[in-house]
């Protein structure tokens, strides 16, 4: 609270600039609530769904050598020319599609997009969901074939190529940070995770570093390469990791 309170009351220009201890302000609507205990809820839940996706991301990279390389390429060719930056790290397509290609088969979970009931509801089906009623959505379909062509199989490069086969590849809507009916990784909606963009950058820098510096090898434990909790799909706490320094190219990391 010492050193939050002061960033809470500094005056900045709303149409530039922000911050989360001011979208809680505004959220709160004059509610009591305590500052310092949702900035720490805030950064814990980021930093724990992040890693969550870097470590399965690791994963699927270590089963898919001619694909590192293939990002490795990409790297040099775009940091190496225009140096880390939030433009260049948007510009790095097969990176980004190899971690929502990890976000597609193994999610957070296999429900999404968790809800209350406000007000009684009435669907175009018939079907009532009672005000109060907790309610989610599946998430199976986007990790088969009913949606995505061989959709049980990881294929790093799937998003890469329909991005460059769209009209504008900077908006597409088989980004990372896109999200759809068809893709749920970070939700749906208006509701739809507001850190999703924190962590795409967050997960590209760390790959980029991890991708360029070390060689590594990932070895799962007999169950697999996750395990569930409840609904939620977990990173395998026996996995492991050999890494090994490599003389990385010279750019800019």
């Known amino acids: 609270m010492k050193y939050l309170e002061p960033l809470l009351y500094k005056k900045i220009d709303p149409e530039t600039e922000t911050s989360a201890l001011i979208w809680i302000k505004e959220a709160s609507k004059g509610c009591a609530y305590d500052f310092a205990t949702l900035q720490l809820t805030l950064s814990l839940a980021s930093l724990d769904t992040s890693t969550d996706l870097l470590a399965k991301v690791l994963c699927d990279l270590s089963e898919n050598p001619t694909l590192v390389n293939d990002i490795r390429k990409e790297i040099i060719e775009i940091v190496g020319t225009e140096g880390l930056t939030q ?9 980004d599609s190899a971690m929502k290609e990890s976000q597609r088969l193994r999610p957070l979970g296999y429900s999404n997009m968790e809800r209350l009931a406000k007000e009684t509801v009435v669907l175009p089906d018939g079907l009532i969901i009672p005000k109060g009623t907790a309610i989610m959505v599946s998430a199976c379909h ?3 074939s009913s949606v995505w062509p061989n959709g049980d199989t990881y294929d790093g490069y799937r998003f890469a190529n329909l991005r460059n086969n769209a009209k504008n590849s900077l908006t ?7 999200t759809s009916k068809d893709h749920m990784g970070f939700g749906h909606g208006k509701q739809a995770c507001p850190g999703r963009h924190y962590a795409a950058i967050f997960n590209k820098i760390a790959l980029c ?10 070895t799962l434990p ?6 569930l909790r409840g609904h939620n799909i ?3 706490s026996g996995i492991k990791m050999s890494i090994r320094r490599r003389q990385e190219e010279e750019i800019s990391l």
């Open 172 to 178: 597409s809507p088989y980004q990372l940070t896109s």
């Open 87 to 95: 433009a260049s790290l948007q510009r790095l397509y097969l990176l």
């Open 142 to 144: 986007m990790m088969d």
């Open 222 to 227: 007999e169950e697999g390469r996750v395990e």
């Open 234 to 236: 977990l990173p395998h």
């Open 209 to 218: 570093h991890i991708i360029m510096k070390y060689d590594f090898n990932v």
